[in-house]
């Protein structure tokens, strides 16, 4: 069973500032699909008014890291983008990966990839779907 | 010696600041702060084009084409009065950037179609029903 990572997404903007605009329109238009598109992740929407800092998208996951995201002056599309970008993630840093192992020969009869032992028609083709 | 002289001032007008200013709140709470806007909700009536029809055929009198929405506005003085009346009447004024807009009494007719809603979106949203999982957090 599929448990997703991201616990909560905290919407923090200023109803009034001019690089919210994207902010808002995602709050009046798409902000309810997208918790309905994913019910799992609870979206706290929390407007502070007067000036205060910019815009920010906060996720929060299950193991505890809270990743910010500047979302000032980004229409609303990109902020769906970007918070289903997040809501795919796990809450793993984002580092690069090094292990403790490496050799000069990594292959001898060739890497192996999915159009290995296929019919080499594939590769013109492609894929084709069967009808069910 | 300056330096001790300076402060003892700078001491002394924060006092005074701050006696100062606890009086003018005190002096101000009886009265009400700013008075609450008015609210710029408004909503057509059912009879809107009968009514407009008669307030058009009351000023215009006898010079009307056969369809009164047509009418041409040109005459600056008959059309202030149908507007003033209209807004007497319905609450409602056509503002000074629409009038320019205002040529024949189907535009008026049009205008005043419109509803217009009092709040802001966000009190609008959180007074519609939401999915569980969406929470707006606002205290106005």
Request: charged content about 25%; glycine content about 6%; proline content about 9%.
């Amino acid at each position: 069973r599929y448990v997703r990572q991201l616990q909560r997404l905290q919407l923090l903007f200023s109803p009034t500032a001019a690089d919210a605009r994207g902010a808002r329109q995602f709050v009046e238009e798409a902000a309810q699909d997208f918790a309905r598109q994913h019910p799992d992740v609870v979206l706290y929407v929390s407007p502070h008014s007067g000036p205060g800092p910019a815009p920010v998208l906060r996720a929060e996951y299950l193991n505890g890291t809270v990743r910010e995201e500047l979302i000032a002056s980004k229409t609303s599309e990109e902020i769906v983008q970007l918070a289903t970008k997040l809501a795919n993630q796990s809450g793993l840093d984002i580092v690069r990966i090094r292990k403790p192992f490496h050799t000069d020969n990594p292959s001898v009869q060739g890497q192996w990839h999915p159009l290995t032992n296929k019919p080499s028609i594939l590769t013109i083709q492609g894929p084709r779907l069967q009808p069910q | 010696r300056a330096f001790w002289g300076g402060r003892r001032r700078k001491e002394e007008r924060e006092m005074e600041a701050d006696r100062a200013v606890p009086e003018k709140e005190e002096m101000r709470e009886p009265s009400l702060i700013c008075p609450l806007p008015q609210s710029r909700s408004y909503l057509p009536p059912k009879d809107l084009q009968s009514c407009l029809e008669s307030h058009v055929r009351e000023i215009f009198g006898p010079s009307l084409p056969e369809d009164w929405q047509q009418t041409p506005l040109q005459e600056k003085r008959l059309k202030h009065r149908l507007l003033a009346r209209l807004a007497a009447e319905l609450g409602h004024a056509v503002p000074n950037s629409q009038l320019h807009r205002m040529c024949r009494a189907g535009d008026v007719l049009g205008f005043y179609r419109v509803p217009v809603k009092d709040g802001t979106k966000i009190n609008e949203l959180v007074a519609a029903e939401l999915p569980p999982n969406l929470k707006i957090i606002w205290q106005q």
